[in-house]
């Protein structure tokens, strides 16, 4: 995958009169050289110069001199390298206390995306993946430059304002909330009837960009089960049971309250399985502040990321961007890559809202008992009160081409232990 900074891009910081923070504009990845290098020097000053044209008194903008400044004397800086601790703790000294903003541009099919994030220091967590357009040339990518400012600028404040804070956990996204069609339409090719389309509204909620990696799990349940051992790929041969007692065990380490009870000495009288030897009572406090799994509504409204297609990368996803059984392509597509094995968490792009491995790598486990969807419109559900059968849903290593799609979903007994599924966690945002 080719990477390059395009030189400079965009200033910016976060100056309500109640916060005090800085946020700087630093390069974007294009990710398949969309732009030649003057027309991303291009981009950078036309969009610089209308964020700080529509900036007023929202925002103290950071001038462009002194971002290119930053890069020019800082020779070591990469965008690869956000995610080193080091790396960040000197943009923290160097920028004093900026929190910046990024994004990435590549073509998915025959158009071109570009996706804009926030970011904080020194953790360099994401505040919001929320702003993201897709367009048919360059052309247009220029002219719609002023509608990307307006969204990032909407996207930004309205998180300020909703509690007067922008404290997002480390390695954690805000995934705002909304209202997506859940399901796929008739004529999307393998869809199953499971799939039926409704509208739910989502309450906004922190998700993992990652799924839970070996290195985590073994910190806080003392064990590691996966068969492909490496602290950076994703745990896998864990229950629903393990992943239930790993968000309670990580919330308590944290001094957050779990969310999850669990009485391992009565029976659930909604679990109506015939091989599932916990059958453990758990309940779910609502309100807790502390880690959990996400719905089964709450996953496919952050896989989509706003996409209405079969995949987040549009008709098609090629194995250059997931980890699946590329031997069974997607819709008579190309023939991919088969690796038989997980790849370590965040090795391809992110989705438009910045989660990694949404589709493939390992299969995630959701809360919901799996069941027919309700026709009608919802707002937050949690899936049926009973069954026998957890959902599981994004696809695997292991998976074929559709089973990788947004709207497919797949269930199994709660204290199964597959040797392709895993999990992220959530954590309520209010």
């Not at 916060?19 to 610089?48: C, G, H, K």
């Not at 001199?65 to 990469?78: M, P, R, S």
């Not at 994004?103 to 570009?114: E, K």
């Not at 089973?403 to 199964?416: E, G, K």
Request: glycine share 8%; proline share 5%.
């Amino acid at each position: 995958m080719k990477k390059f900074l395009l030189t400079s891009i965009l200033a910016f910081i976060a100056a309500l009169v109640f916060s005090q923070e800085r946020i700087a504009v630093f390069p974007f990845e294009d990710m398949d050289n969309v732009l030649t290098r003057n027309e991303a020097a291009m981009f950078y000053r036309t969009f610089s110069d209308e964020f700080t044209n529509r900036s007023e008194d929202r925002f103290s903008v950071v001038p462009q001199q002194e971002i290119e400044g930053f890069i020019n004397t800082e020779t070591a800086f990469q965008l690869g390298e956000f995610f080193t601790r080091v790396k960040t703790a000197e943009m923290n000294r160097v920028l004093n206390e900026t929190q910046i903003l990024s994004g990435v541009i590549g073509r998915i099919g025959n158009n071109i995306r570009i996706t804009v994030y926030l970011y904080t220091y020194p953790e360099l967590v994401q505040l919001l993946g929320m702003t993201t357009i897709s367009i048919a040339n360059k052309d247009e990518l220029f002219r719609r430059i002023p509608e990307l400012v307006q969204n990032i600028q909407n996207a930004i404040t309205s998180v300020i304002e909703s509690d007067g804070t922008t404290t997002v956990p480390a390695n954690f996204v805000l995934i705002q909330g909304g209202t997506f069609t859940m399901g796929s339409p008739y004529n999307e090719p393998s869809r199953s009837v499971n799939e039926t389309q409704h509208q739910v509204r989502i309450t906004s909620f922190y998700m993992g960009i990652y799924e839970v990696t070996q290195r985590e799990y073994q910190e806080v349940m003392g064990t590691n089960p996966s068969n492909f051992k490496g602290n950076n790929l994703p745990v896998e041969l864990v229950s629903w049971y393990d992943a239930i007692e790993y968000c309670n065990r990580r919330s308590e380490r944290e001094g957050l309250t779990p969310v999850y009870t669990i009485d391992k000495s009565r029976r659930d009288p909604n679990n109506s399985s015939r091989i599932d030897t916990f059958r453990w009572l758990i309940t779910w406090n609502r309100n807790a502040n502390g880690y959990r799994l996400p719905t089964e509504a709450e996953w496919e409204y952050a896989c989509r990321a706003g996409t209405i297609t079969p995949f987040n990368t549009g008709n098609n996803i090629p194995t250059s961007m997931a980890n699946y059984d590329g031997r069974n392509p997607y819709n008579n597509s190309s023939r991919g890559t088969y690796r038989a094995r997980t790849t370590a968490v965040g090795s391809f792009a992110p989705n438009p809202w910045g989660l990694y491995d949404m589709h493939g790598n390992v299969y995630e486990w959701c809360w919901d008992w799996f069941g027919n969807y309700s026709a009608g419109a919802q707002t937050d559900p949690r899936g049926d009160v009973s069954g026998y059968e957890r959902v599981y849903r994004g696809g695997s290593w292991y998976s074929f081409g559709p089973i990788l799609r947004s709207a497919f979903r797949n269930c199994t007994d709660p204290s199964d232990r597959g040797h392709s599924i895993g999990f992220r966690v959530v954590r309520n945002a209010q």
